[in-house]
């Protein structure tokens, strides 16, 4: 009894394997090769949790699925297309790239997008004949809330709330651990946050504790920035 228990206590004090991994990359998903194998003892446990990641808030809101706005300065007669370029933006950015383009054709601006903060929806506001046409799979509507539909009247909410943000949460994922689930499915997930600050910031996550995280997402777009993760894998 007391030898056992005196292997316990050596066992217990005996020096625990801890070492943390760093990796980058311009790419949501990416494998890292080591020049030399991480040796982990045989018949021990091991956990890994995020220590802090950095890289910058460039994930898009409008992308090429969603950047397409029709509109007629002629009561249907004509119709003219205007493309919103790839990148994260507000409801107020949207209509600043909007009227310039409408101005570039050729007509006056007489069309004007801007949020409802109370009931978290779009208005739109048409004058003079202007129509608009969110029928298009590749219409912007989408972001703004609208139905797929042609739109003509002088004033109108969009049907639906804005959907404005394209992350919810961003996800970790390290394929070495198992015991994170997702809907109930195992699935590598070690952590899961909001970014704390706007398009076009940095992002950096810092943890104070090591945890476990996880929660369903998919891949972001980083439209090219680079992305620096840091773990911390123990022995336990």
């Known amino acids: 009894m007391e030898r056992e228990l005196s292997e316990k206590i050596a066992l217990n004090t005996e020096p625990k394997v801890s070492f943390q991994i760093v990796v980058s990359d311009n790419k949501t998903r990416f494998t890292t ?3 030399t194998h991480i040796e982990l003892k045989k018949k021990k446990g091991y956990e890994t949790a995020l220590v802090n990641l950095e890289t910058y808030y460039s994930f898009p809101s409008i992308t090429e699925e969603n950047s ?11 119709w003219f297309a205007i493309f919103v370029p790839e ?11 909007i009227k310039p383009k409408i101005s570039q054709n050729g007509h006056f601006n007489q069309i004007t997008i801007s949020a409802n903060t109370n009931t978290l929806k779009t ?14 799979l590749d219409s912007i509507s989408s972001v703004l809330g609208f139905n797929n539909d042609l739109h003509t009247a002088d004033y109108q909410e969009s049907e639906n709330p804005v959907n404005i943000l394209s992350v919810n949460s961003i ?14 499915q195992r699935y590598p997930r070690t952590y899961s946050f909001f970014p704390g600050v706007s398009p076009g910031y940095k992002i950096i996550e810092t943890l ?14 980083l439209r090219g920035e680079n992305v620096s993760i840091r773990f911390h894998v123990r022995e336990i």
């Not at 208005?123 to 298009?136: A, C, S």
């Open 87 to 97: 990148g994260s933006y507000d409801i107020e950015d949207i209509n600043k790239v």
């Open 33 to 35: 090769q080591f020049d």
């Open 123 to 136: 208005v739109l506001i048409l004058e003079n004949g202007y129509q608009v046409d969110f029928r298009p």
């Open 68 to 78: 397409r706005f029709i509109y007629s300065p002629h009561k249907g007669q004509s």
């Open 208 to 221: 104070a504790n090591l945890g476990l995280y996880s929660r369903h997402g998919k891949l972001l777009n």
């Open 171 to 184: 996800l970790v994922n390290i394929d070495i651990i198992y015991c994170s689930y997702v809907n109930g």
